[in-house]
């Protein structure tokens, strides 16, 4: 299968000549034209792409923050950067972790051809098994006790996953924004993938905490119920569905966007407005959401629900909980106040 790249830029003559200059390598790639970092996210969340490259300067999003954002919830996917500034300059808004190359514009897109490439020859260095069962060619990596980052690509609906195993355990999964368990539960339901096996794995705790076996058999278990499900359903009901979606006016079904999307394009204006530094989902605050949620309860306040924090700085966040909690930074207290104020509204 063609592995795709999502590109970027609000530039759409560079998107153009991108498109056209490597056509040479169709069989191996094909380009995703995001044209801000907003977009972007959309497409990484119902989208499964091998790596991103990204124009630092764009309209409503910055593209430093949306390498943040990709680190945060997609840190297996590297990045190419590109800008008009120097590499030094870049290195500095935006560290090599993660980062493949740097590219000064104007640069010449056959170079940027050969840092993909270089990459998805990497990315596919154990090898490329086309149209297996991921139950069956798992247990089989399981049994040889491989250490790999295994990209998972399902030849039926074209979504991706990525499944890391060390010694033949599986650590984790992940699937859009889907982790742990549930990412793992959907890979196994796929009937028929293509699997692109790097020999590594980063060093990470076990999400998992199941046997292989374990995980399989409860796939399996899911996908008869949802085949049951399906049966009894009426054809308008259209089946069971993986994630909730709604009907466009040709038939044909879309993926709701999230809450955190849906705040983007709701405070698009305020981002490029600069009445925003930064908005991104970060589960690290977890912890401090659900001591807020806590304090709310005891002291009969109600459900949290948005909660507005200072820094010790003029600076102040907006934290909305959540399972990757959404984190708004703003210039000034009084600022994250008309930002609830818009979100409320």
């Not at 959540?322 to 207290?333: F, H, L, N, V």
Request: hydrophobic share 40%.
């Amino acid at each position: 299968m063609i592995r795709k790249i999502l590109f970027v830029d609000d530039d759409r003559v560079l998107q153009i000549i991108a498109r056209h200059q490597l056509d040479v390598f169709a069989e191996q790639f094909s380009f995703v034209f995001a044209n801000d970092g907003l977009d972007a996210i959309k497409k990484l969340e119902d989208g499964c792409f091998s790596l991103v490259c990204i124009d630092l300067i764009m309209p409503r999003m910055k593209g430093v923050n949306l390498f943040s954002h990709i680190r945060s919830h997609f840190p297996q996917m590297p990045a190419i950067i590109f800008s008009a500034k120097s590499k030094k300059e870049m290195q500095v808004l935006v560290p090599p972790a993660g980062v493949l190359d740097y590219f000064t514009k104007p640069f010449r897109i056959g170079k940027l051809g050969e840092c993909i490439m270089q990459y998805l020859q990497q990315e596919a260095r154990g090898g490329i098994m086309h149209n297996v069962s991921p139950p069956v060619f798992f247990q089989l990596m399981e049994m040889e006790a491989k250490t790999c980052t295994a990209r998972v690509l399902d030849n039926g609906s074209q979504q991706g996953g990525v499944l890391y195993f060390s010694d033949g355990q599986l650590l984790d999964a992940r699937v859009g924004m889907i982790t742990g368990l549930d990412a793992a539960l959907k890979v196994f339901g796929w009937n028929e993938a293509t699997v692109f096996i790097e020999n590594n794995c980063p060093e990470m705790e076990n999400s998992i905490n199941l046997s292989l076996q374990s995980v399989i058999m409860r796939a399996v278990s899911m996908k008869d119920e949802e085949s049951e499900a399906f049966d009894f359903e009426s054809p308008e009901q259209g089946g069971a569905q993986d994630f909730p979606s709604v009907q466009r006016a040709d038939g044909s079904r879309a993926t709701q966007p999230t809450l955190f999307t849906e705040i983007c394009e709701v405070l698009a204006a305020e981002v490029a407005a600069k009445r925003i530094d930064d908005i991104s989902q970060n589960i690290e605050r977890r912890s401090v959401v659900g001591a807020m949620a806590q304090i709310g309860e005891q002291q009969n306040f109600g459900a949290f629900q948005v909660g507005i924090i200072n820094n010790g700085t003029a600076k102040s966040t907006i934290l909305i909980p959540g399972k990757s909690p959404i984190e708004i930074t703003c210039p000034s207290e009084s600022h994250a106040k008309g930002i609830v104020k818009i979100l409320d509204s």
